[in-house]
């Protein structure tokens, strides 16, 4: 796509919205609820309304330096914000707004690319997607900015698929009169390889995993295929239930029909909640998955503690809310819907164990993913094996569980 080009349907896209509702308040609360979360805002003192995730996001391909750019911005800025405490809600698109300045990095990303070819020219365009999907975060539904951010991360992704030297072939898989959106990621297409199917949490696009596909699956051969999960980027027409794995399943099913694949190595990553939905898997297809590895999974314990997600920040709890699909919410009746979800209470995990190996890790002190849950995991498991990575740096910690992950992904797909 032309810088031309780019700019011109931002300008279509985003002309009706100079008064979008704001992110933040989105969601709606009972006037208890409500009450709760008004204490809780000042109570906290949190600068910010999104948790920031700088590391992840200078993992995936952004500069340290850029990043503090775009925050900086929205700090300083003097136009009006729906809660002054937070600095990332600045209302109306201009500057400021989080999406507005995400979008803005990722228009100068793509004008890096037009001066580029090849690799170089496929990095910024995966770094510009990457800013786009930031620029909708935490992707709630009926968030028109963030909408309009998603389909320039996907046109952008599109543009870097026809740069890099790598397949990437977008699948859609029919699934109750509608359709599941995956995109294939492959180093050859002369033979079928063995293939990850990657999944991220409840507030992250298919399109933020370039990064393990280039720098971790790729140099083993492996191929990728991610997916979202249900009630976000493609599959936003599915809410989200406690059958978690559901969309997930429909395409291991269809493997068998894909040329480039093979089906008879077919393993598993799962980040954040995805981990959930991966987990899930492993037990109810036991016989076409290899091997699975969650990173920092909710399994049981906060999703069975209606006190700990009553502390949630109003972040999370507005994406729970968005993603089972509920108008008004009630927290505490949230946090007891909640409890379906956690696979103990399931009786997934409390059976009969998976002949999946499953290596579920966490970073130390996570309050989403205790290690508890990992022995959990481990325990159903047959060969599995749960692992706490110390988060001295978490930098550190966040390379070291991916080693350890494609390490064990290639011990059972390639061996």
Not at 7 to 30: H, Q, R, V, W
Not at 46 to 65: A, F, S
Not at 81 to 86: F, I, L, S, V
Not at 307 to 322: G, N
Request: with cysteine; proline share 3%; aromatic share 8%.
């Amino acid at each position: 796509m032309s810088e031309e080009v780019s700019k011109n349907l931002s300008e279509t896209l985003f002309a009706k919205d100079k008064k979008a509702k704001e992110t933040s308040e989105l969601i709606a609360y009972m006037p208890s609820s409500q009450a709760l979360l008004d204490e809780k805002r000042v109570e906290d003192g949190y600068k910010w309304y999104r948790n920031l995730r700088r590391l992840q996001w200078t993992w995936q391909g952004l500069q340290p330096i850029e990043i503090e750019g775009v925050l900086a911005a929205m700090a300083s800025s003097k136009h009006s914000r729906t809660h002054d405490e937070w600095l990332d809600t600045v209302m109306g698109y201009h500057s400021g707004n989080w999406n507005f300045e995400w979008t803005k990095l990722g228009m100068l990303h793509q004008k890096r690319a037009q001066q580029l070819k090849g690799e170089e020219a496929a990095d910024e365009l995966f770094n510009a997607s990457l800013c786009y999907s930031i620029a909708g975060y935490p992707h709630l539904k009926n968030d028109t900015l963030a909408a309009q951010a998603q389909v320039l991360a996907g046109n952008a992704y599109e543009e870097a698929a026809k740069q890099t030297k790598y397949t990437v072939k977008r699948l859609e898989i029919p699934h109750q009169n509608k359709k599941i959106v995956a995109h294939l990621h492959l180093t050859r297409t002369d033979e079928p390889q063995p293939v990850v199917m990657v999944s991220a949490g409840l507030d992250s696009l298919q399109t933020d995993m370039w990064r393990l596909f280039r720098d971790h699956l790729a140099k083993k051969g492996i191929a990728m295929l991610t997916i979202d999960l249900p009630s976000i980027g493609h599959n936003t027409h599915w809410n989200l239930t406690h059958d978690s794995s559901c969309l997930h399943q429909a395409v291991l099913n269809q493997l068998v029909d894909i040329p480039w694949v093979d089906h008879h190595r077919v393993g598993l990553i799962g980040f954040r909640f995805g981990g959930n939905a991966m987990v899930r898997l492993s037990f109810m297809e036991q016989e076409k998955i290899k091997a699975c590895v969650t990173l920092g999974a909710p399994i049981h314990d906060i999703l069975s503690s209606p006190d700990k997600i009553k502390q949630m920040p109003k972040m999370y709890l507005d994406v729970l809310a968005s993603r089972i699909g509920k108008n008004i919410v009630d927290i505490n009746s949230l946090a007891i819907q909640l409890m379906a979800w956690s696979l103990k209470v399931q009786g997934i995990l409390g059976g009969r164990k998976t002949k999946v190996p499953i290596l579920a890790m966490n970073l130390e002190r996570d309050p989403v993913s205790p290690f508890s849950d990992n022995r959990l995991v481990a325990l159903y498991s047959q060969y599995g094996k749960a692992k706490q990575i110390s988060a001295k740096t978490i930098t550190q910690g966040y390379e070291q569980s991916l080693d350890l992950a494609i390490k064990w992904l290639e011990d059972e797909l390639i061996r």
